[in-house]
């Protein structure tokens, strides 16, 4: 059995969707997403997400034919439909709103809208949660919010595929932090990124980063904790001498970092606010979430 999808209206399996090749996001990157994550069934901030998808189709003035509340309604039967073969695979998965211009010129065709179920993540995640992931700073950098506004969520990404290539010829497990224009630092792949100093979790302004979600989860949980939050300017410097470091994104919510650019960062990877952050999340979705990072299929 395979995932069922929603592509432009129809139900298929997931290996067998197809869009043509003629389609705007497959020929101009003229594409907009949003990902959300289900913990045990249940899909995770899904209006926090779809907010922001269509804030991204606004800003790039795509219209896809439907409300906010309709492509939530939509969202949950696409999960609902799925919810048995989740259960066979006692697992859970990522799903995501993907809506391209269409075909020809703007206006030429309807814009296709799907909704797609991915797989979980990756098992590489795993070791981080036992010392930590290895993170280096790419010679490539993040777009300027002069040419693509950082807050759009869009499949433009091969700047993202260059930053990893330049952090696996350091490190093949490593992951890539880039530096906006400026060289402050701006965001991972898929992932904001936070450090702690002195007990304050510091992250980036969003002048040149995506408003996480996850990223707004773990301000939301460190308030709770009464752990002092700050968007800040970062520095690779700050990164250097940070006590604690690591990434959050939707598929494995924290990721601690061990080292940046072969230098070790902290006493110990995870550290405690990293480890106070991932314990309340999991009590939050009602699940351990490192245990179920580490049961990935390898």
Known sequence: MEYQIWLDGEYVERDRARIPMTDRGFRLGDVVFDTSRTFDGRVFR???????????????????GMSL???????????????????????????????????????????????????????????????????????????????????????SRLNFVLAEMEAADVDP???????????????????????????????????????GVSRMTVMEIADTLGIPSAEDDLQPYDLYTADEAFFCSTPYCILPVGMIDNRQIGDEAPGPVANQLLAAWSERVGLDIVDQLRRLPQ
């Open 46 to 64: 899904l209006r926090d997400h779809l907010t922001r998808l269509y804030r991204s189709l606004k800003y790039v003035r795509i219209d896809p």
């Open 69 to 155: 509340e309709q492509m939530e309604r939509l969202t949950l039967d696409v999960v609902a439909r799925n919810e048995d073969l989740r259960r066979q695979r006692a697992d859970d998965y990522m799903i995501t709103q993907i809506v391209t211009g269409g075909t020809g010129r703007r206006g030429d065709s309807a814009p296709s809208v799907s909704i797609w179920i991915d797989p979980l993540g990756s098992p590489r995640w795993a070791p981080a949660y036992d010392g930590g992931m290895h993170a280096v700073i790419p010679k490539t950098r993040a777009y300027p919010s002069e040419s693509l506004d950082p807050k759009v969520k869009h499949y």
């Open 173 to 211: 497990h490593a992951l890539p932090i880039m530096l906006d224009v400026n060289g402050s630092v701006s965001e991972g792949t898929g992932a904001n990124f936070f450090v702690v100093t002195d007990g304050t979790l510091r992250t980036p302004r969003d002048q040149s980063t995506l408003q």
